[in-house]
């Protein structure tokens, strides 16, 4: 696949699997794609296995994301996660703001900004996740929901962190459940969101941020959605947690 961008494909494993089922799975993946450069791809273990994960995948290519992190530094925060505990697992990448978290932690754009900014500080990728629900899809207000999410998460990024910075569009009616947006809406709403990337950080910022499309990705649809010109790569649940499935989504893009 002829892209402006290199594709980078991520698995969100959320609250499934144990460091036993998780040391399978990524075996399975390094086999199959820890040695491929045309796609950088990404798992994204829950916590309890990111330390054997990460040592699992010390030689490979492929990279270790964690799904959630405190804004905060260190101190009195019971039951949170910072950022240098997740680079000292040699983690890469993390997952901010996933419309799970939104709506069950009610993380809100302004402390999905700050978890964003410790993200980058520390030296982490992060991947900010947005999206509109299938009543805002169909009140005619998904440009406006995705433009407040993307002004609000990112809102003081400098054009460097920017760049580092992995932007997953993904309607919330598409995730978990089944229902995959068309390639075409899909392409609408990230050439909006790279519009505003553009107007906020100008041209040379917008070409370079790499926007994932996320909701019902399988191998099935990949190559479709991915060959959209502004789909940059995918954020894939459910289809992770298979290395067959994971493996043939990244494949079916490399032809
Ligand atoms: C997700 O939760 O990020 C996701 C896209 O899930 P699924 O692929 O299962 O729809």
């Known amino acids: 696949m002829n892209k402006e961008r290199k ?16 040391t399978d799975l990524v075996e399975a993946l390094d086999r199959d794609l820890g040695t491929q450069t045309d796609v950088d791809v990404v798992v994204c273990p829950p916590f309890t296995a ?38 000292d697992l040699r983690v890469h990448y993390v997952i901010l703001g996933h419309s799970e978290r939104r709506e069950y932690q009610k993380e809100s754009d302004a402390l999905i900004n700050a978890k964003t900014k410790a993200a980058l500080t520390a030296g982490l990728k992060p991947i900010v996740c947005v999206g509109e629900t299938l009543a805002q899809r169909e009140a005619n207000e998904t440009e406006s929901v995705v433009g407040q999410q993307i002004a609000g998460s990112l809102a003081g990024l400098d054009a460097e962190q920017l760049k580092d910075t992995v932007i997953a569009y993904e309607p ?18 990230h050439a909006f969101i790279r519009s505003e990337i553009n107007k906020s950080h100008g041209e040379e910022v917008a070409k370079a941020v790499r926007i994932q499309y996320g909701g019902s990705v399988k191998p099935a649809n990949a190559e479709e959605l991915l060959g959209q ?7 894939v649940g459910g289809a992770s947690l298979e290395a067959r499935s994971f493996s043939d989504i990244i494949n079916n893009t490399r032809n």
């Open 7 to 22: 594709l980078i494909i991520a698995g969100n494993w959320k609250m499934n699997k144990t460091v036993a089922e998780a």
């Open 50 to 87: 990111l330390d054997t994960v990460s040592a699992k995948l010390k030689n490979s290519l492929i990279k270790v994301g964690a799904q959630n992190m405190s804004e905060n530094d260190y101190g009195a925060f019971t039951g949170e996660i910072n950022a240098g505990m997740l680079r």
């Open 172 to 189: 919330v009616w598409a995730i978990g459940t089944g229902k995959t947006a068309s390639s075409e809406q899909a392409q609408e709403v």
């Open 229 to 235: 010109p502004d789909v940059d790569g995918a954020l």
